[in-house]
């Protein structure tokens, strides 16, 4: 089978956000996505192909502020299983939305390399210690590409949290070291980085290039998926 895939870190909130099910974005994405594909009669050569890794967001956030709220004190390990599976549910959803399409399992594991003539392989968290960009990482070593691009609800890398500060700027280019003294090297369940400090760490090891950028922004996803210019942040 060919490797010329796109991996794509799909977060978790684009897919069920905290506000209910987007069906307007879900399909414009969906369209967007089998578009690159190309028709069923192309040659591989002439379609993309593409392994969509499906984050948690605010399902996992949901569960674990429902857990902690239970018990008071619970592990960091219980509160990433939930995350974990909660990446499981929105990336079956997501296999489903693609149909026949797609590969007919979710991938769990990022370290194995799956044969299929599916264009598309959906993706999910793996492991606690770590978010979904880390496997989207892992993946990219897998399957032997070099770039990975990250669709969430934010639109750049700011200098400093754009909830919190109005004047954060946003950053168009950072160099991975730079990223990296932003970000710290500590995850912890339910963070929110735009690319987990533990999966830069991975980046950077194997000099990958991570596209950031608003998944709503559906003219900017498919310019990074076509390497033209988009509106977001590169990390190299």
């Known amino acids: 089978m060919p490797n010329n895939y796109t991996i794509i870190s799909l977060g978790g909130s684009l897919v069920a956000p905290k506000t209910g099910f987007d069906i307007s974005f879900l399909k414009k994405f969906r369209k967007l996505i089998l578009d690159e594909v190309g028709p069923s009669s192309a040659k591989a050569s002439e379609g993309k ?4 890794i499906v984050g948690g967001g605010a399902t996992a956030r949901a569960y674990q502020e429902g857990l902690r709220g239970t018990l008071g004190r619970v592990t960091d390990e219980q509160l990433d299983w939930l995350g974990v599976h909660a990446t499981v549910l929105n990336a079956q959803f997501v296999r ?3 149909g026949a399409h797609a590969h007919d399992e979710v991938q769990m594991n990022p370290t194995k390399k799956i044969k299929t003539s599916a264009p598309i392989i959906v993706g999910s968290g ?8 880390y496997d989207a990482a892992l993946a990219a070593k897998t399957y032997g590409t070099r770039e990975v691009i990250n669709i969430s609800n934010i639109d750049y890398v700011y200098d400093k949290d754009p909830t919190k500060f109005r004047n954060a700027k ?12 932003m970000v710290g090297d ?10 987990d400090p533990i999966a830069a760490r991975e ?11 608003n998944g709503r922004d559906l003219k900017s996803v498919r310019a990074a998926i076509r390497d033209a210019a988009f509106r977001g ?3 190299a």
């Open 96 to 98: 489903a939305l693609f």
């Open 49 to 52: 192909r593409f392994i969509l």
């Open 186 to 195: 500590t995850w912890y369940p339910g963070s929110n980085a735009p690319f």
């Open 170 to 181: 946003p950053i168009g280019e950072l160099s991975w070291p730079a990223y990296r003294a």
């Open 126 to 133: 793996w492991k606690p210690g770590w978010s979904s960009d």
């Open 203 to 213: 980046a950077a090891k194997n000099r990958l290039t991570v596209k950031i950028l």
């Open 233 to 235: 942040t590169t990390i």
